[in-house]
């Protein structure tokens, strides 16, 4: 079947440096996506891996391990309007989406 | 900026009542999806449509159906509403090209509750 693993939640300082880990198991693979959804909000867009390695965007940073299914999340300097949650999404054989119940980040001063 | 306007940011309903979802996407997009979110939960496909008239089942269609009529709009339809379709409903857009990531852009999201 296809899994997603991630944590529910975590906590972080702000200024602080934080990484969501995401584990998968998918019915073949075509790229892995993280989005960010704020209570009450639809989610949006962050970034996309399909090749191993880091992507950086800004304070944002995802890496990808497709031999190990694994991805993580790094998020940098952060401030109090990342607190949200972050949904991890591997797309499958058939270009679907299978979505992770998402890792809510809770950001203290 | 692409656009996803859902029409009801928050309904109530009674059981056994029809309900209609209406999204409209203003960017040409050929993909529209309905997910539903519920909490502890992924988002959780329903419906999907590659094209004008066209649909296909997600991983959970029981209870619902779809209609796309023109490329721009796409209605979810709760024929008889339940308490346990209560949810938050989310519909998303995305173009086919060959340069597409596959990057979905979702609406607000309507939240629907049944009584």
């Known amino acids: 079947g296809q899994n997603i693993d991630q944590p529910t939640e975590m906590t972080a300082t702000e200024g602080a440096i934080v990484q969501i880990n995401c584990t998968y198991q998918?019915?073949?693979?075509?790229?892995l996506f993280w989005y960010q959804q704020h209570a009450g909000e639809a989610p949006t867009f962050l970034s996309y891996?399909?090749l191993d390695g880091l992507e950086e965007k800004g304070r944002f940073s995802s890496f990808l391990s497709r031999s190990k299914g694994y991805s993580y999340l790094l998020l940098k300097e952060l401030q109090m309007k990342d607190s949200a949650s972050y949904l991890c999404a591997p797309m499958d054989s058939n270009y679907q989406l299978i979505w992770g119940a998402g890792t809510k980040l809770i950001i203290k001063p | 900026d692409v656009k996803v306007t859902q029409s009801s940011r928050y309904l109530v309903k009674r059981t056994g009542e029809k309900v209609f979802l209406e999204c409209v996407q203003d960017m040409d997009h050929e993909n529209m999806f309905w997910y539903r979110q519920d909490p502890g939960l992924g988002l959780r496909l329903i419906y999907f449509?590659?094209?004008?008239?066209?649909?296909e089942k997600g991983d959970i269609p029981e209870g619902y159906s779809v209609s796309r009529e023109k490329k721009e709009r796409f209605s979810l339809i709760l024929e008889s509403a339940s308490t346990n379709q209560t949810s938050m409903y989310l519909c998303?857009?995305?173009?086919?090209?060959?340069?597409?990531?596959?990057?979905?852009?979702f609406g607000e999201g309507s939240r629907l509750t049944v009584l």
């Open positions: 891996n399909v």
């Open positions: 998303a857009s995305s173009p086919t090209s060959e340069l597409n990531t596959g990057e979905l852009f």
């Open positions: 998918t019915s073949g693979f075509n790229g």
């Open positions: 449509s590659y094209d004008v008239k066209m649909k």
